[in-house]
């Protein structure tokens, strides 16, 4: 089975930082994309960044400039560098990759269990 391990989550001051990771493994034979959602209490989940296998990248309005998404294709590991947190951005961070499982396969989606990010003095 495939299997999405984050780490890097925990408690940061406003205008920290922290880096998340994501590690894919299983059963993959390619990956279309891999990026970051986010849910926040009372709050639908949002897009964070996401970035594709070709290098496409794409981040939500509030945090670009300040939020970086990059992978190593060799650890099918996606990384997201957050800097200058702000306290609203305190949410449950969540891994997602889309991907074949075999060559001529669909391409689903996979989401990680969630990381917690807490943004507090």
């Known amino acids: 089975q495939v299997q999405l391990v984050e780490s890097g989550g925990g408690l940061v001051q406003p205008g920290g930082s922290l880096r998340l990771s994501c590690a894919a493994s299983g059963s993959i034979f390619s990956i279309n994309a891999m990026g970051w959602y986010r849910q926040a209490p009372g709050k639908q989940r949002e897009l964070v960044a996401d970035?594709?296998?070709?290098?496409?990248?794409n981040y939500a309005d509030s945090v670009k400039g300040r939020f970086t998404n990059s992978r190593d294709n060799a650890k099918n590991t996606v990384y997201l560098q957050m800097n200058s947190l702000k306290p609203e951005e305190t949410a449950v961070y969540y891994c997602k990759m889309r991907a074949r499982r075999y060559y001529y396969g669909p391409i689903a989606q996979y989401w990680g269990q969630g990381t917690q990010v807490t943004v507090s003095s």
């Open positions: 970035i594709t296998s070709r290098g496409e990248t």
